[in-house]
Structure formats: structure tokens, C-alpha cells
């Protein structure tokens, strides 16, 4: 089982190339896999606790009345695809998440309100990584919200967090060096990079069979 370097991660997130729009960021697959091992931790936690459930009402803002039926890599690919926000972006965005947690010991991520809680923290993240932002009715219709809503998760969040989105270039080398640890275990990156060459040989062929096909017309 082959390990992310730091560096390889780093690339990816300072380096990204957006010339190609089925390109998706590592840090997206890494970030999807590290918070879909969390959900299943939180249930197993649930089914034993029912203590472990949040009874603090201001974390309750996340929770929807109807689990959406998407995974959470579908939600994340979503989400970059209609906003580009840059790869750093999620890693903030998952800084923001584990501060909460902290903050709120209480608080559990579940089916019920990880969506809303990714597309809040990307969204504030996106704001405090990059220079130009869509406004909130955006990236309301992107999460498959309301503008209402997302204002109010917003709001919600910005006061459950004390204002405090800062985070210094040593708690972000931090976090990055943590989810290629996490995605490590489970050997997410090694699958991940041979769909890439995969892919990357099937785009070359069909680039040569098409210069062949113009040769061929030109003579």
C-alpha cells in the first residue's frame, strides 16, 4: 500500500491544473473518504449511545428532515464542479469541521446533516481562501438549498464558530499531512491514481486514433 507524500498532496493544492473539467481535486476523494469512515464510526456510536445523540439545538441547524440520497464524494464533485473553488478551499473547510467538533464535543456528523454542514463550511472557506466568490443564492441552488437556508446556516455558523476562520499556513500543513494519513489506511490514493493512468492512457489513445483519422484525410 503506497502512502501520499506531503509534497504530492501540496502539489495538488497549490499546483492544480483546471484546464480539464473531469479533473477532480485529490484532496476531494481524500476528504470523502475521511468523512464517510467518521459517519460510519458516529452510527456505530449511535446505535449503542443514545447519549451520543446532540441535544444542543444550536448544532441541531445542520439536520434536514429527509436524508439526501447522495454520497458524499457525489456531493463534493458537485459542489467544485459548479464553483471551482480551489483545492485549498476543503482543506479549510475541513479545519472548520474538526473546530466544531471540538467546540461542540455533543455533536456528531450524520446522514442527516452532513451535506448542509459541507456545503456551509465551503462556502465560508471559499470566502476566506479566494479572492473572488459566487454570493449565497449560488452556491444555495449548488447544495440543493434555499437562499433562506443557506443564510441561515451561515449565520448559525458563523456565531457557533465565535468568528474565528482564521488559520495560519502551519495549522493548514497540519491538517494536510492528517488526511493524507487518513486516506493512506485505506489505501484510497493508490486506487485513485491508477483510474488516473487509466484514464490519462484512454484519453492519449483516443487522441492518436483522431490525429490518425486527420492523417489519413490530409493524404
Known sequence: MANISPRKLRDDLYFY????????????????????????????????CTWALSKNVRTRVFDCHETPDMTIQSYLERIFRYTRAG????????????????????????????HRLLITTIMVASKYVEDMNYRNSYFARVGGLTTNEMNKLEMEFLFLMGFKFHVNVSVFESYCCHLEREVSIGGGYEIERTLRCAEEIKSKQIEERRCSQITRVLL
Open 17 to 48: 491544473s483546471y484546464q480539464q473539467d473531469s479533473n477532480i481535486p485529490l484532496v476531494i476523494s481524500v476528504l470523502a473518504s475521511l468523512i464517510e469512515r467518521n459517519l460510519a464510526r458516529n452510527e456505530r456510536i449511535a446505535k449503542n
Open 87 to 114: 483545492p485549498s478551499v476543503y482543506v479549510v473547510a475541513y479545519v472548520y469541521i474538526d473546530r466544531c467538533c471540538q467546540l461542540y464535543p455533543e455533536f456528531r456528523i450524520s446522514p442527516r446533516n452532513v
